[in-house]
């Protein structure tokens, strides 16, 4: 059978039609960056709107593109949570809809689980991927250490005290005038600068668990900002922003890696492993503890459908599945989530 699979919790409209075996037919990905740049950040009222105008003509896409229709499917998955509510109720309800009239079943996934199990897709991981392994979920909304112990089975490590990674990425951007999400800008800046220049604070290291902060640093960036920089300047700081990120983001993995021992791989997802420097200093962790460092590709690490059509594949493989009158919830902790 085929699995239907809706994204639609924060800015990304996404659908994918996946095998039963994760084999993926047809994916699509809707940025509604456009839409939300001249606010400098995510509006919820237009981000549901958003999802409502575009979701029906990119479920049609996805299933032409897999060459079916809605007959041919024997489940939907939908983001049900955590997230911005009105988009959550547009996905799932429309998930509910194709499950009621095909009557085959809906699984309600969880966005934050959905980015647990990518890493386990076919595609990622050929040879499998066994529990447990350390997770670090570093996005613009979420920044934490999960050990993924199977589906259903999430014990968080640690997670920011303040703001998400890719939340930090984005308001030191700004300061440095760059465009939102400034994420990738500050790190093209960041090409050539010195990474030395500025000595930026990183916040809690070596301090034991794996709780990250980052509103330390993003002060640091603003006093530097406000003292007045060249071109040259706005490199280095651009840099060394980038390089304590790293280093931070290295030193909690290490504490948390100590705190799964039985860890199989160390996995990196959300937009900010798309960074080079970041990925470079988790690699080097994962070396030395004797693990791979599993990263999926930019697109799956990113919002995407896929890995909510694969976290309802494998929660279809337990027997499981959700009745029609769940309820989408914009607060939905993974630790709460045991099957
Ligand atoms: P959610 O937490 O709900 O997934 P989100 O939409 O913010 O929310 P993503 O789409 O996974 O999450 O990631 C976007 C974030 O990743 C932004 O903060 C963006 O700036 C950051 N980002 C993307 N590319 C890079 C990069 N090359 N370097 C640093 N940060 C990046
Ligand atoms: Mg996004
Ligand atoms: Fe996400």
Redesign the pocket.
């Known amino acids: 059978g085929l699995v239907l699979g809706l994204e639609s ?4 409209t996404a659908a994918a039609v996946l095998r039963a075996d994760g084999t993926v037919l047809a994916e699509a990905v809707l940025s509604q960056l456009a839409d939300h740049a001249p606010f400098g950040g ?1 509006v919820p009222e237009i981000a549901a709107r958003a999802h409502l105008a575009h979701l029906p003509a990119l479920v049609a896409r996805v299933l032409a593109e897999a060459g079916t229709t809605p007959a041919g499917l024997s489940a939907v998955a939908a983001t049900s949570g ?2 911005l509510i009105g988009g959550l109720i547009v996905g799932a309800s429309f998930g509910k809809g194709i499950a009621a009239a095909r009557d085959i079943p809906f699984i309600a996934v969880n ?1 934050l689980e959905a ?1 647990a199990l990518s890493p386990r897709l076919p595609s990622v991981s050929p040879e499998g991927l066994p529990f447990p392994y350390l997770l670090l ?6 920044c934490q250490c999960v050990a993924v112990e199977g589906v259903g089975q999430h014990r968080r490590l640690g997670s920011t005290l303040d703001d ?4 930090a ?2 308001k030191s ?1 700004k300061l440095l005038g760059l465009p939102w ?4 800008h ?2 093209r800046l960041a090409v050539g600068g010195d990474p030395a220049r500025f000595p930026l604070p990183r916040p809690l290291l070596g301090r034991p668990g794996c709780d990250f902060s980052f509103s330390g640093l993003k002060t640091a960036v603003a006093q530097q900002v406000a003292k007045g920089l060249d071109e040259a300047g706005r490199r280095h700081l651009a840099a060394s922003f ?1 390089e304590a990120v790293a280093a931070t983001l290295a030193d909690r993995a290490r504490h948390a890696l100590a705190m799964l021992p039985a860890a199989t791989a160390l996995v990196v ?8 420097a ?1 990925r470079a200093a988790l690699a080097e962790v994962a070396r030395k503890a004797g693990l791979p460092l599993v990263a999926p590709p ?1 697109r799956l ?3 995407n459908a896929v890995m909510v059509a694969w976290a309802g594949i494998e929660r279809l493989r337990l027997g499981l599945s959700d009745p029609l009158d769940h309820a989408p919830r914009p607060r939905w902790p993974l630790d709460s989530l045991a099957a």
């Open positions: 919790s924060c800015d990304e995510v955590p997230g966005h980015h979920l570093l996005s613009g909304g979420h998400a990674v890719g939340e990425f984005d951007a999400p400034g994420g990738p500050l790190e980038q997802a959300g937009g900010v492993a798309a960074n080079g970041v930019i690490c990113t919002d």
